[in-house]
């Protein structure tokens, strides 16, 4: 029963900044890592941010070093990516995913097991 809902998308200009949400319906949230993906039309699905149950370490896409924050709130079932100095390259629809089982921090898409929605972010010019 698993279910992952983002929100916080939407339309802001470049050098803006938007906090995407993800909430969890698990109790064992904060047994797993967590992570953002992000896929732009015509393109694959790619890494954006991760981050420990613990909360405790982090990884980050080259794209987004320095400008993109993960975080996590295990009292709240949620885990958040912060999004400063955006481009229009971060056009994209968001995805939040829970990793498996064993999992410190995953950098590829195999190493997550369920996915939300989406949600939509887009930067204008």
């Known amino acids: 029963q698993v279910q992952l809902v983002e929100s916080g998308g939407g339309l802001v200009q470049a050098g803006g900044s938007l906090r995407l949400s993800c909430a969890d319906s698990?109790?064992?949230?904060?047994?797993?890592?967590m992570g953002w993906f992000r896929q732009a039309p015509g393109k694959e699905r790619e890494f954006v941010a991760g981050?420990?149950?613990?909360?405790?370490?982090?990884g980050y896409a080259d794209s987004v070093k320095g400008r993109f924050t993960i975080s996590r709130d295990n009292a709240k079932n949620t885990v958040y990516l912060q999004m400063n100095s955006l481009k229009p390259e971060d056009t994209a629809v968001y995805f939040c995913a829970r990793a498996r089982q064993r999992i410190w921090v995953g950098y590829t898409s195999t190493a997550y097991d369920y996915w939300g929605q989406g949600t939509q972010v887009t930067v204008s010019s």
């Open positions: 698990e109790r064992t949230f904060s047994s797993y890592a």
């Open positions: 981050i420990s149950w613990t909360g405790g370490s982090t």
